[in-house]
């Protein structure tokens, strides 16, 4: 049982646990984050596995949303299990199409080209009957398996979500220690190595970011069906700036960093946006926002996640670290 | 005459207006050393990443195995049994030696599609990867952090890199690049034991190594090659010895 | 479409696609110059809008000047906030990795956006042209073309022929240009890097600022206009291709065209097209039209 494993079981129970303790708005809160933490997780897979900096991610996660409400029938519960799929489906062949042309491209070209990729899916959103423009549109009936689970009980989506979630994580913990997610990892080091070898990096990198944006498109499913609601700005590209804030505030790198991330950046959210603490300038809790993801990147290189390691390296200096064993990240 | 493994022909490449390579023809023997001297600029490097596939030449084809690769891209000739090592590290910091060794044998097992499988229980990876290392003397460091190596093990490890692919010509650019005396011999020892069964092309600044190690040499200056032949005819030729020995290298 | 419309939409993606063009050359500045990845290069055209509304009642009673006093004041502004800014937050920038970078302008974003709705609201507003260029040009029998607009397309066109020739023709863009791909070499040479950089950076955000505060009375001036600009001065970097100016005058044009055309064309998709035209262009050229190395 390592430190890691007992911490994120600790998270796991804690999150079980919670509807015990939390009223009405905790919950909803909780399931929003956990929503995040999916997206945050799925934007992991990308950033902190591959290397691959996308700063798009919202387009998937709003595609999956949307789909949701367009697929679904008007007068009766659509059924869980092809709608779900469905929606996954619709984000993951977006992110094939917008892999395909971007992968081509490197650095910084490849996070302005996923920028304007995840635009373009906001534009169509936005502008065009399609989407229902800025209003948005109303999920009307949420979808159910059978008589089971009725996820318009805030309680059972709550649930539904905290599965999904341990299940993505526990997948992502599978494929970062399968060949394929060794080949990422060594992708994200040194493509040039890995090439030389006889890797062909572009299919990883394209069944990556596929995956990843089925993922994203997964969160968007779960956060259409418990607000009944989608907009275009679930496709903004604050919100695909915010999902790298929180991977990078967690800690890039680790899958626990996706998680604690989303966690951290929420509560930030709520800190600066609360009324009680902040009065009147509350409403400008942009610019508490911005002063911290300034202060946190700048200030925190490996994240919240790597603050015990920073600490440790600090009293203890570097000493003894040489020829150590070393482990293979997560 | 052996096997050939590799040949180039008439290898040309030009960057907009400068020729860096100017039809070159190269060939790589089974057992033996081939190493490739100049001086700085003289297209040694640009050649090695036309063999290896990291461009397309201008002009010219490359043959691998007899088979004509030249429109290949480097990670198919890598797996084809083209093998490849940097000048500058390109090892895996953060891994361990044996997981830098186990990563570069998979390439040979890729099984991409095994999503559920844990890439340490593939025993025949692991298997290639633990030989590679102990081929190239690094048995003892398997546990070891790449990046906390000293700077002529990290030089073994890009070979153990190379080799973890088991592939048949090697291609090794300046692999003693900063190592002092000792290291020197040591590398030098597992190369002259690379020998049987692989064809090796060495691109090397280091003179002494260089005349003790090589069954062919070429010289090459400003893109093109002035001489090619046994070390002991290329020493004698005049061009040579005016270009880049230095008139009274004996 | 008759000959008189047609050539006015001409003259309005000409004067479109150089004003991006102009933009963009700020952003490829700083990122070729120093290799940073600046997001908040859109707030600063933002700034410079919302500069030519706030500053121009200021100018008007403390020096009695016009627009054109509200331009030279605006820009020694800018100039002081690009030497201020590089000093205490971007020069601390250079050695970190382009994520970092991207969220720390990003944060940046943040902030300048609420120290505008702080400082001046969030409100959209109409900037007029100076009385100098509010005339119009006849065009034809019917139409008439505003002078206000050639006005634009010509500082843009006359900027961008400066900084070529501070570039190519002079020591300082010559120091510049080594300072980019060799900064220690530069650095032994006894020529201070970093007041280099200081100059470029301030270089850059005047441009931009300048750029919104020409562009005013034409687009009037809302909040969301900076990173509007920003997002399609992306597209035109990547439609331009790595490194090329070349690619990035064309692909100014090009976006120009489209987006004012699809506008009375398309209406309802002129939003995507400029997208999709990115898109068909990827397709063909993986990067961008010209790459230069």
Not at chain 3, 62 to 82: H, P, Q
Not at chain 3, 198 to 205: E, H, K, P, S, Y
Not at chain 3, 214 to 229: E, H, L, R
Request: charged share 15%; glycine share 12%.
């Amino acid at each position: 049982m390592t430190p890691k494993t007992i911490f994120l079981l600790g998270c796991f129970a804690a999150l079980a646990l919670w509807p015990l303790a939390a009223g009405p708005y905790g919950i909803d809160l909780v399931t929003k984050i956990m929503i995040y933490a999916i997206l945050a997780l799925s934007l992991e897979l990308l950033v902190g596995t591959t290397g691959l900096v996308c700063f798009g991610q919202a387009a998937f996660f709003g595609i999956g949303a949307y789909a949701a409400v367009l697929l679904s029938p008007q007068s009766e519960a659509a059924a869980l299990w092809w709608l779900l799929p469905a929606c996954v489906a619709a984000a993951g062949l977006y992110a094939l199409a917008v892999g395909a042309l971007s992968l081509r491209t490197r650095g910084v070209y490849f996070i302005m080209v996923t920028l304007a990729f995840a635009q373009m899916a906001y534009y169509v959103v936005h502008d065009t009957p399609l989407g229902g423009g800025t209003d948005g549109i109303y999920l009307m009936m949420k979808p159910a398996v059978g008589p089971w689970l009725d996820l318009d009980k805030p309680l059972a989506m709550y649930g539904f979500t905290l599965a999904c979630l341990a299940l993505v994580f526990a997948f992502l913990a599978v494929l970062l220690r399968s060949p394929f997610g060794r080949a990422l990892a060594g992708i994200r080091i040194n493509e040039q190595r890995m090439r030389a070898t006889g890797f062909s990096t572009y299919p990883y990198k394209l069944a990556a970011f596929t995956l990843s944006g089925a993922m994203a498109g997964l969160a968007g499913f779960l956060f259409a069906v418990k607000d009944g609601f989608v907009n275009p700005e679930l496709l903004s590209w604050h919100l695909s700036g915010a999902v790298l804030v929180m991977i990078i505030l967690g800690g890039l790198g680790h899958l626990r960093g996706a998680l604690v991330g989303a966690f951290a950046f929420a509560l930030l959210q709520e800190f600066f946006q609360s009324e009680a603490i902040f009065g009147a300038a509350a409403k400008h809790w942009h610019l508490g926002l911005g002063l911290a993801i300034i202060a946190s990147v700048a200030g925190l290189p490996r994240g919240l996640v790597g603050l015990p390691g920073q600490w440790r390296e600090r009293l203890m200096g570097r000493a003894g670290r040489r020829g150590l064993p070393a482990g293979q990240g997560r | 005459m052996g096997e050939i493994l590799l040949r180039g022909r008439e290898l040309t490449r030009r960057w907009g207006g400068v020729v860096a390579v100017d039809r070159v023809s190269i060939e790589l023997e089974r057992g033996q050393v081939h190493a490739l001297i100049g001086t700085n600029g003289a297209g040694k490097s640009t050649l090695i990443n036309l063999l290896s596939g990291e461009f397309p030449p201008s002009a010219g084809s490359v043959e691998l195995l007899g088979q004509d690769v030249s429109a290949w891209p480097q990670p198919r000739r890598a797996r084809a049994g083209l093998g490849r090592s940097y000048q500058r590290n390109t090892i895996f910091p953060s891994f361990t030696v044996l997981e830098n060794c186990r990563l570069a044998a998979q390439a040979r097992r890729q099984r991409a599609w095994a999503w559920w499988r844990d890439a340490n229980a593939c025993t025949d990876t692991l298997a290639a990867a633990r030989e590679a290392a102990a081929r190239a003397g690094l048995a003892d460091q398997l546990q070891y952090q790449a990046g906390l190596l000293s700077h002529g093990q990290k030089r073994q490890l890009e070979i153990a890199m190379c080799l973890a692919t088991a592939p048949q010509v090697l291609l090794l650019d300046e692999p003693l690049a900063g190592m002092g005396a000792e290291e020197t011999e040591r590398m030098l020892a597992l190369l002259a034991g690379l020998k049987a069964g692989h064809a090796i092309l060495l691109v090397e600044h280091d003179m002494d190594a260089v005349f003790r190690i090589a069954d062919r040499l070429t010289v090459m200056v400003n893109g093109a090659v002035i001489a090619s032949g046994s070390p002991g005819e290329v020493r004698l030729n005049a061009d040579v010895q005016a270009a880049y020995l230095g008139g009274g290298h004996g | 479409m008759d000959v008189a419309t047609f050539l006015i939409q001409c003259l309005n993606s000409l004067q479109y696609g150089l004003l991006l063009f102009l933009v963009a050359s700020g952003l490829t500045l700083i990122f070729g110059i120093m290799g940073v990845i600046n997001l908040a290069h859109g707030s600063f055209y933002m700034i410079g809008a919302y500069m030519a509304f706030a500053l121009a009642p200021l100018v008007a009673a403390t020096f009695g000047g016009g627009f054109f006093a509200t331009l030279l004041v605006g820009t020694v502004l800018a100039v002081l906030l690009g030497y201020v800014l590089e000093w205490v937050f971007f020069s601390f920038l250079y050695e970190r990795e382009h994520l970092q970078q991207v969220l720390m302008t990003y944060g940046l974003i943040l902030v300048f956006e609420e120290l505008r709705s702080l400082l001046v609201g969030d409100d959209v507003h109409g900037v007029q042209a100076p009385p100098l260029l509010a005339g119009t040009l006849p065009l034809g029998d019917m139409m008439t073309y505003p002078v206000y607009r050639l006005f634009v397309s010509g500082v843009c066109l006359a900027l961008a022929a400066g900084m070529w020739f501070v570039f190519t023709r002079t020591r300082l863009g010559m120091m510049i240009r080594a300072g980019s791909t060799n900064r220690e070499m530069v650095q032994s040479l006894g020529i201070d890097i970093k007041f280099l950089y200081r100059i470029v950076f301030a270089a850059g955000v005047a441009i931009a600022v300048l750029a919104g505060m020409i562009a005013a009375p034409v687009s009037s001036v809302y909040p969301g206009m900076g990173n509007q600009v920003l997002i399609i001065c992306f597209v035109v970097v990547v439609i331009g291709g790595v490194g090329s100016i070349r690619g990035a005058l064309l692909a100014a044009l090009l976006i120009g065209a489209v987006d004012t055309f699809g506008k009375v064309l398309l209406p309802s998709a002129a939003g995507v097209l400029v997208y999709v035209l990115m898109a068909l262009i990827l397709l063909w050229k993986p990067n961008g039209l010209f790459k230069t190395a």
